[in-house]
């Protein structure tokens, strides 16, 4: 017999004048999770300003039958300077959810004490003690690559992502040759 619904799990948006939207009702926490960061990643082009992802208990009596799981907040990315890096809770995580940027910041799963940043598209990673050094540490990362000469040489940031795009793609593709040369033999 299958165990009866308790919970059920609300992302919701909200635009800068309060506006909530519901992105739907779910049954289980990580679609509710898949959705909004579905919606996290086209909301370049939106308005939006807040997310967060609301629990509710089903057959409760009184005024504390949600609480909110997580919440978002939008500001400029520190790398790429797009509008679209998300910080999650209070500091506990940010993500860029710019296709060509995804620059992030989380507190170590191992050591808590210790938080790691680092922009995918450069294949920069770093360590830092806190969050706010992480934050810094992602725009010492555009300082760095601007100060290297490379927004002199190229014609635009598209350009300069997309060659750091394909230089991921050539590391990656030759870690997976190397392994798949390693199975063959």
């Given at each position: 017999m299958?165990?009866?619904l308790?919970?059920?799990?609300?992302p919701?948006v909200?635009?800068?004048?309060?506006?909530?939207?519901?992105?739907g009702?779910?049954?289980?926490?990580?679609?509710?999770?898949?959705?909004?960061?579905?919606?996290l990643?086209?909301?370049?082009?939106?308005?939006?300003?807040?997310?967060?992802?609301?629990?509710?208990?089903?057959?409760?009596?009184?005024?504390e039958?949600?609480?909110?799981l997580?919440?978002?907040?939008?500001?400029?990315?520190?790398?790429?300077?797009?509008?679209?890096f998300?910080?999650?809770g209070d500091?506990?995580?940010?993500?860029?959810?710019y296709?060509?940027?995804?620059?992030?910041?989380?507190?170590?799963a191992?050591d808590?004490?210790?938080?790691?940043?680092?922009?995918?598209?450069?294949?920069?990673?770093?360590?830092?003690?806190?969050?706010?050094?992480?934050?810094?540490?992602?725009?010492?990362?555009?300082?760095?690559s601007?100060?290297?000469?490379?927004m002199?040489?190229?014609?635009?940031?598209?350009a300069w992502?997309?060659?750091?795009?394909r230089?991921?793609?050539?590391?990656?593709?030759?870690?997976?040759?190397?392994v798949?040369e390693?199975?063959?033999?």
């Amino acid at each position: 017999m299958e165990e009866p619904l308790k919970q059920v799990f609300v992302p919701v948006v909200a635009t800068p004048g309060g506006e909530r939207t519901q992105l739907g009702v779910f049954s289980t926490e990580q679609d509710a999770w898949d959705v909004m960061r579905a919606f996290l990643s086209r909301a370049g082009s939106t308005n939006v300003v807040s997310g967060s992802i609301v629990a509710w208990e089903i057959d409760y009596v009184g005024e504390e039958g949600s609480f909110e799981l997580a919440a978002f907040d939008r500001k400029n990315c520190p790398v790429c300077d797009e509008l679209t890096f998300w910080i999650e809770g209070d500091e506990e995580k940010a993500r860029c959810y710019y296709p060509r940027c995804g620059a992030w910041i989380e507190q170590n799963a191992y050591d808590p004490s210790r938080w790691d940043c680092g922009w995918p598209a450069a294949n920069w990673n770093k360590r830092a003690e806190d969050y706010q050094h992480a934050f810094k540490g992602l725009v010492a990362m555009r300082a760095q690559s601007a100060s290297a000469g490379m927004m002199e040489r190229m014609p635009s940031r598209e350009a300069w992502l997309d060659e750091k795009d394909r230089e991921r793609r050539t590391i990656q593709q030759k870690k997976f040759d190397s392994v798949a040369e390693d199975i063959t033999e």
